[in-house]
């Protein structure tokens, strides 16, 4: 007989009420579905009546369900409630090898009575159907039981000590106002970060570069320093510090000893208010200069200095906060419709060259302003960092794209590929030569992040 687990639910229901009751209630559903399906099919078009002979086919099938629920219960109505057998109906679903042999395989082994077939039959069912609900197996519940009587039955014997008067005296009694120390530490919002690399590499430099330079071997020193403040709420601070300084020598050159190949000193701060979840109303500040004086080979003149030039681009707009792919990408964008550009010149004679009128130190103007900062680590060992940096005052633009691969082959040793092109219409254009700059290197060293 198959009887499903809904049927054993059914039959604890119909033990609680009158059976008369229960099964008036059925006849009466029968006859009631009976007549709604007459009253349907006598109203609707004779084009949809082929649905309607589909519902009462249904509807038969339902009845005969019900029949055959009505005499399960009949069948296990018959026996005693109070049978123990009925435990593992209720107990926590344990796997019997009797009930798949008794139902599958045709054995009589655990099956006396019909009752015991119409459990292992619900039992079966529940095997098939649910495998996952199956807690427990009999092997397991003997393995447990066989522990069990292996533990020594020897009594434990402690000594106890009877205390006549446990409770303390009012001389021991404790004091109701003993002082308590309270330490609050307040929360620190501020992360500090860094990168540091010491790389050696080759270098090679396009004929206009800005800030020359010649084809070599040389090494470089990079330190970037984060300092961030973010309270979790509204507002967040951040500042990084660049500075990068490269070093080569050159046998063509026989007037300087050392010349320098990368000379970078830079300050980026942002001021946030959050906006929603990811963007920020932000004002922005982006201060660079270098360290040392810039030379070309066999060549005297100084081409670049500290503070020559000196560009300060303060910004108010919107920065979008990025953080994806569990944060393998990560970075800002940052969009200000309102940007002013401060141009300083130490040295008047490189005015002209950097776009100044002749014989003034300072230029300003204004215009807008977008700016990106992304990094992309996909895995441990590869690492990809760019900076994107456009300003335009819709007469001249300038445009500078970094790009820093980093490949790790260890935690201290990696090697780099710099890739910096660049775009600048406010300078003085060099003879035979466009707008476009282009600046590479490849290198190979020491680096620590922390």
């Known amino acids: 007989m198959e009887i499903s687990t809904f049927s054993i639910f059914y039959y604890i229901f119909a033990t609680n009420f009158p059976r008369n009751v229960l099964f008036n209630f059925l006849r009466i559903m029968k006859k009631t579905l009976f007549v709604v399906a007459i009253t349907i099919f006598s109203i609707l078009p004779i084009n949809a009546q082929s649905l309607v002979h589909h519902y009462i086919d249904s509807l038969a099938v339902c009845k005969a369900r019900i029949d055959s629920l009505q005499r399960s219960l009949d069948s296990l109505r018959s026996f005693n409630a109070a049978d123990s057998r009925y435990y593992r109906l209720f107990a ?32 079966m069912q529940n095997y098939l159907v649910h495998p996952d609900l199956v807690e427990t197996t009999v092997t397991r519940l003997h393995n447990a039981a066989s522990v069990a009587e292996q533990a020594p039955t020897k009594p434990v014997q402690r000594k106890v000590e ?90 063509s050159d026989t007037v300087h000893t050392l010349k320098t190949t990368s000379d970078l000193l830079r300050y980026t701060g942002k001021l946030g208010l959050q906006a929603t979840k990811k963007w920020y109303y932000t004002f922005q500040v982006i201060a660079s200069t270098q360290f040392v004086r810039g030379y070309k080979s066999n060549d005297t003149y100084v081409y670049s200095d500290f503070f020559s030039p000196l560009e300060v681009n303060s910004s108010i707009g919107m920065d979008y906060t990025i953080d994806a792919y569990q944060r393998k990408l990560t970075g800002s964008l940052h969009i200000a419709p309102i940007a002013h550009n401060f141009k300083h010149v130490s040295r008047l004679a490189l005015s002209t060259r950097y776009g100044l009128p002749e014989g003034r130190n ?24 760019t900076r994107f940096y456009a300003y335009t005052t819709y007469s001249r633009a300038v445009i500078e794209w970094e790009n820093t691969f980093s490949f790790a082959f260890s935690r201290y040793i990696s090697a780099q590929v710099f890739l910096y092109p660049r775009f600048d219409d406010g300078v003085q254009k060099m003879e035979n030569h466009s707008y476009w700059q282009f600046k590479e290197y490849l290198s190979l060293g020491f680096s620590y992040s922390m």
């Open 92 to 123: 926590p679903l344990t796997f019997y090898p009797e009930v798949s042999g008794s139902v599958m395989g045709g054995s009589n082994i655990g099956v006396n009575t019909e009752l015991d077939g119409t459990i292992n039959g619900i039992l």
């Open 162 to 251: 009877v205390v006549k008067d446990a409770a303390p005296s009012k001389e021991e009694a404790l004091p109701t106002d003993t002082p308590v120390m309270l330490e609050i530490f307040k929360p620190n919002f501020w992360k500090f970060s860094g990168d540091y690399n010491l790389q050696f590499m080759q270098n090679h430099f396009s004929a206009n570069w800005y800030k020359s330079g010649e084809d070599n071997l040389s090494a470089v020193g990079n330190v970037i320093l984060r300092m961030n403040y973010n309270n979790q709420q509204k507002i967040k601070f951040e500042n990084m510090l660049e500075m990068k300084v490269g070093i080569q020598t050159s046998n």
């Open 362 to 385: 300072n230029k300003d103007d204004w215009g807008s302003q977008f700016n990106a900062n992304i990094t992309w680590k996909p895995t441990d060992k590869f690492k990809w960092s």
